[in-house]
């Protein structure tokens, strides 16, 4: 059975939202931050290394997240 767009099963058959994948990442970041995607991409493929978005879809991911708060991002990393 496939993993709906944006949930991909873990080995172990678990299955983990992207979404809150990366509000679980940008939980340590607060208001006045800046981000740098590189960053949150290898800390998101560190903690859930069975994720396949590629790093444009991941950052994605990052922006909808940052929707409402006060964190600067530096879009600093090289598309895999």
Do not use: G, N, Q
């Given at each position: 059975m496939e993993?709906?767009?944006g949930q991909i099963k873990s080995p172990l058959g678990i299955g983990i939202d992207t979404d809150a994948a990366?509000?679980?990442i940008m939980?340590?970041?607060h208001s006045g931050d800046i981000l740098s995607t590189t960053?949150?991409?290898?800390?998101l493929r560190k903690r859930f290394p069975w994720f396949r978005q590629t790093d444009e879809e991941l950052v994605g991911f990052?922006?909808?997240?940052?929707d409402g708060r006060?964190?600067?991002v530096s879009?600093?990393?090289r598309g895999r």
């Open positions: 993993a709906s767009v990366v509000h679980t939980a340590d970041y960053v949150v991409i290898a800390d990052i922006v909808r997240a940052l006060d964190i600067a879009f600093d990393h």
